[in-house]
Antibody, heavy 122, light 112 residues
C-alpha cells in the first residue's frame, strides 16, 4: 500500500519561494501521476498541476503557470512542488496525491499526503 | 478550462434520511472513445486530506460503504447518501479529471 509523506510546515516571507516534498513508499512511484492540490484556510480544493515521473513531464493549472514548478526524482521516489513569488494569499495547506491509474492515465487521486502548511507572512 | 459547480453549498439532513449533492460541469466529461465519465467524488473531514469515494461517476472505491452512490453523465452528476450516518458529516467535492483536474467548490453536509 503506497503512502505519501510530505515535508514539514514552512513560514515564508512575501516574494520568496517554497519547495515542498512528497516521498512515496510501499508502492510504485514512477508510472503514476503525482498532483499537487492546495487548500487555503476554510476554503475548497484547488488543483495546481501534476507530473508523470517516468516521463518527467509536468502540466499546470493556468492560474499557476509561470509561478509553480513540479519535479520528481525517480531515484528517491520523491516529488517536489516549488511555488515562487509568494504572497499572503498563498497561505494554505499543500497536498500531494497520486493518480489511481498507471502510465499517466487521467485518473482521480488516492492516496493523498498528509498536507504541508505553508504560511506567507511578513 | 472546465468549471465545476456544486449545489447546494451546504445541506442539513436528518440521521437515516437521504442526502443528495449535485455537480455540474461546464463541458462534458464523457470521453466517447471509452464511454467513461471522468468524474470523481471526495469526502473531507476536518484536519484530514480528502478521501476518494467514487470515480468514473459511479464506481465506488474499495471500502466505501454502499450507502454512497454516484450517478449522472456528460455534464450533470449526483452523489447520494441513502441513509445518513453521523460519520458522514463532512465536506464533499466533485472533481473532473478529463483534462485538467478542477474541483467543485464543495458542499458542507451537516446533521439536522
Amino acid at each position: 500500500q503506497v503512502q505519501l509523506v510530505q515535508s514539514g510546515a514552512e513560514v515564508k516571507k512575501p516574494g520568496s519561494s517554497v519547495k515542498v516534498s512528497c516521498k512515496a513508499s510501499g508502492g510504485t512511484f514512477s508510472s503514476y501521476t503525482i498532483s499537487w492540490v492546495r487548500q487555503a484556510p476554510g476554503q475548497g480544493l484547488e488543483w495546481m498541476g501534476r507530473i508523470i515521473p517516468i516521463l518527467g513531464i509536468a502540466n499546470y493549472a493556468q492560474k499557476f503557470q509561470g509561478r509553480v514548478t513540479i519535479t520528481a526524482d525517480k531515484s528517491t521516489s520523491t516529488a517536489y512542488m516549488e511555488l515562487s513569488s509568494l504572497r499572503s494569499e498563498d497561505t494554505a495547506v499543500y497536498y500531494c496525491a497520486r493518480g489511481i491509474l498507471d502510465y499517466g492515465g487521467n485518473a482521480p487521486f488516492d492516496p493523498w499526503g498528509q498536507g504541508t502548511l505553508v504560511t506567507v507572512s511578513s | 478550462d472546465i468549471v465545476m459547480t456544486q449545489s447546494p453549498d451546504s445541506l442539513a439532513v436528518s440521521l437515516g434520511e437521504r442526502a443528495t449533492i449535485n455537480c455540474k460541469s461546464s463541458q462534458s466529461v464523457l470521453y466517447s472513445s471509452n464511454n467513461k465519465n471522468y468524474l470523481a467524488w471526495y469526502q473531507q473531514k476536518p484536519g484530514q486530506p480528502p478521501k476518494l469515494l467514487i470515480y468514473w461517476a459511479s464506481t465506488r472505491e474499495s471500502g466505501v460503504p454502499d450507502r454512497f452512490s454516484g450517478s449522472g453523465s456528460g455534464t450533470d452528476f449526483t452523489l447520494t447518501i441513502s441513509s445518513l450516518q453521523a460519520e458522514d458529516v463532512a465536506v464533499y467535492y466533485c472533481q473532473q479529471y478529463y483534462s485538467t483536474h478542477p474541483f467543485g467548490q464543495g458542499t458542507r453536509l451537516e446533521i439536522k
